[in-house]
């Protein structure tokens, strides 16, 4: 589903080059549930952010459903985005302007939907993460632990059929951790959903199917 | 998506309220300029437009004459203009009135000054004003001189307050005058031409015995057409150098130069009068400086758009294109605009409101017509996109990776 090759990342300023990703290869099967470890700065949320196509290699291949992602416009790489790949972040990343449907429904208004069909859906994930009572609230009037339960409705809104989590539980308690882990579990067992997480976390990394290890940018495991 | 946008600009703008006062501000006064500055530019459009008698008219206003004992600068008198203008052959009709004075009117407990205007019948051809009442006085109330009088809306206003005034008596220091009909002062189209009251000149004997050759009238003198302007001129020139024959020994005189220029170069004329040099002066000036808001409004928007980089980021990576992005942030600018638009309409309002009523404009009131308001929406709707694009531009830009880092929660 996901395919990395030889791929690296640079961060370059006016005085300094900094090498974020060396050598990556890898593969991600679909329906696979992948956690990615390492220490901080070791190039984990770059990573992920080049399989998300939120972020582009400044070497090597990217394939995506056996598609090369290569040369893909802005403006193709959103669209693939919205249709594929659902982000949960470790700071939730809710817009705290809108409410909590309003934030759900967001990967939808992208897509030829009419309102109707929009709200439909995103009552319907929001059914599924627990949090059909909390519709009209605003971010600011949740707990991190409800906040994630929406922003994990917002990445399975649109049906991808890839998520990638970064750092999900870093913000929540322990119960909260499990309750997030366990919606992902779920996603993954239950609708196929392929999954990456990136983690400090050995517990969670160890329910996952294959763990990828960083260190410097470099895979190690 | 366009309710969704609808909701962020909302919640933005009520979230930063200092932001959204200083921007609307900056668009409000920005606007109010504008839109009445177009305001006094139509009204100055709308004097002698194309077609009306008086775009076709010369106006005779000013005499400069050298005396033996002494040099002159006056406006003619009753006796120069009717002797050797109204007999002129080349134009379709000549008007001869008086400039404005001050005249007291009694009311009942009350001594109210006022602006009062002799002027013959042809006055009212010529000047094409819409009666809102009654009628001007003809030819045989001024060849009989009777005591009648046109009054404005304001001085009716004044004097009768929301009483009917038609066929009522005007007690002046001049005389008691019965009205005869009401004027809008809104249509007076030069300042020429304004007076609280209007009166036959035939009523002031002073004025109509008076030999003299300078005094305080003024003529119009129509024309066919603009094209006859110069013959007009030239027959009126012959008949000035027929007064300097006759008059030469009896008054003294070396010269006597009565100028006869275009009504329209008049009215433009007008606005030298202070109050005006000083109310074009004041527009001018905030023009200048209401550029800076609109370019500080740009800057604002660079800063504010970039502070929700964050949302931008999000937008992004769930598949938001920059075209997409563009779209929302300019339609957001257009709403911040469009609030300001309407609200700067209201304050241009009330701002010509109380310049009309102060009377700073004395040749009548400036409007803010449909025309000004489509001129003001197309400014705020221009306003909008120009304060918006760039920083929308540069937003969009944003690469979603770096524009995330942005976000707190």
């Given at each position: 589903m996901i395919r990395l090759r030889q791929v690296e990342k640079i961060y370059r300023t006016s005085s300094v080059e900094t090498l974020a990703l060396r050598d990556i290869n890898m593969e991600v099967p679909a329906g696979a549930f992948l956690s990615i470890m390492g220490p901080s700065g070791s190039g984990k949320s770059t990573l992920l952010n080049i399989m998300g196509l939120i972020d582009a290699p400044s070497q090597g291949e990217v394939q995506l459903e056996g598609n090369n992602v290569e040369g893909m416009s802005e403006k193709e790489a959103a669209r693939l985005r919205n249709k594929m790949i659902g982000f949960v972040f470790q700071s939730f990343h809710l817009i705290p302007d809108l409410n909590v449907i309003d934030n759900v429904e967001l990967p939808l208004l992208y897509r030829t939907m009419t309102a109707r069909e929009r709200r439909h859906r995103a009552k319907e994930v929001?059914?599924?993460?627990?949090?059909?009572?909390?519709?009209?609230?605003?971010?600011?009037?949740?707990?991190?632990?409800?906040?994630?339960?929406?922003?994990?409705?917002?990445?399975?809104?649109?049906?991808?059929?890839?998520?990638?989590?970064?750092?999900?539980?870093?913000?929540?308690d322990s119960a909260m951790s499990e309750e997030i882990m366990s919606i992902l579990?779920?996603?993954?067992?239950?609708?196929?959903?392929?999954?990456?997480?990136?983690?400090?976390?050995?517990s969670i990394a160890d329910r996952t199917d294959r763990i990828i290890r960083l260190f410097d940018g470099c895979q190690v495991a | 998506m366009l309710k969704n946008y609808l909701k962020i600009a909302i919640r933005g703008l009520w979230r930063n309220k200092y932001f959204t006062c200083i921007s609307l501000f900056g668009i409000i006064s920005t606007l109010m300029v504008l839109a009445i500055s177009v305001a006094v530019m139509n009204q100055q459009a709308a004097m002698g437009k194309a077609g009306s008698r008086l775009s076709r008219c010369l106006i005779v206003n000013r005499v400069e004459a050298y005396l033996q004992r002494g040099h002159i600068i006056s406006t003619p008198s009753y006796y120069v203009l009717d002797r050797y203008v109204r007999n002129l052959k080349e134009p379709e009709a000549v008007a001869v009135y008086s400039e404005s004075y001050e005249v007291v009117v009694y009311t009942e407990d009350q001594r109210i000054p006022q602006q009062i205007k002799f002027t013959d019948e042809v006055f009212w051809e010529i000047a094409e004003l819409p009666f809102l009442e009654g009628v001007p006085f003809r030819k045989e109330a001024v060849d009989k001189a009777e005591m009648t009088a046109v009054i404005s809306d304001r001085a009716k206003q004044v004097l009768f307050g929301s009483q009917p005034a038609l066929g009522k008596y005007l007690e002046t220091s001049q005389g008691s005058y019965r009205i005869c009909g009401i004027i809008p002062r809104g249509e007076i189209r030069a300042m020429t031409l304004n007076a609280d009251i209007y009166v036959p000149i035939t009523t002031a004997p002073?004025?109509?015995?008076?030999?003299?050759?300078?005094?305080?009238?003024?003529?119009?003198?129509?024309?066919?057409?603009?094209?006859?302007?110069?013959?007009?001129?030239?027959?009126?020139?012959?008949?000035?150098?027929?007064?300097?024959?006759?008059?030469?020994?009896?008054?003294d005189l070396e010269t006597y130069d009565c100028f006869i220029g275009s009504m329209n170069e008049s009215i433009a004329n007008e606005i030298n009068q202070p109050e005006l040099v000083y109310l074009f002066g004041v527009v001018g000036m905030m023009i200048v400086f209401m550029l800076l808001p609109a370019v500080n409004l740009t800057t604002i928007n660079i800063s504010r758009i970039l502070e929700r980089a964050g949302e931008i980021g999000i937008r992004k990576t769930f598949g938001a294109s920059s075209g997409v992005l563009m779209g929302q942030f300019i339609i957001e600018n257009l709403f911040l605009t469009l609030i300001g638009g309407i609200l700067a309409l209201f304050g241009s309002w009330l701002v010509l409101y109380y310049v009309n009523d102060s009377g700073i404009v004395p040749w009548g009131y400036i409007h803010l017509d449909l025309n000004v308001f489509l001129y003001s929406l197309v400014i705020t709707v221009f306003f909008g996109i120009f304060s918006g694009i760039l920083p929308s531009y540069r937003m969009s830009r944003l690469h979603p990776a770096e524009a995330l880092k942005g976000v707190n929660r």
């Open positions: 929001l059914a599924k993460v627990g949090l059909s009572a909390r519709i009209r609230h605003f971010p600011g009037q949740l707990s991190g632990g409800q906040c994630q339960r929406v922003a994990i409705a917002r990445a399975i809104v649109g049906a991808p059929q890839i998520i990638l989590a970064d750092e999900p539980t870093g913000n929540l579990l779920t996603l993954n067992k239950e609708e196929k959903v392929t999954i990456a997480v990136v983690t400090h976390n050995q | 002073g004025k109509i015995n008076n030999r003299e050759l300078w005094g305080a009238e003024i003529a119009l003198v129509q024309a066919f057409d603009k094209n006859q302007f110069g013959s007009i001129k030239r027959e009126f020139q012959e008949h000035m150098d027929q007064l300097l024959t006759e008059h030469r020994e009896s008054h």
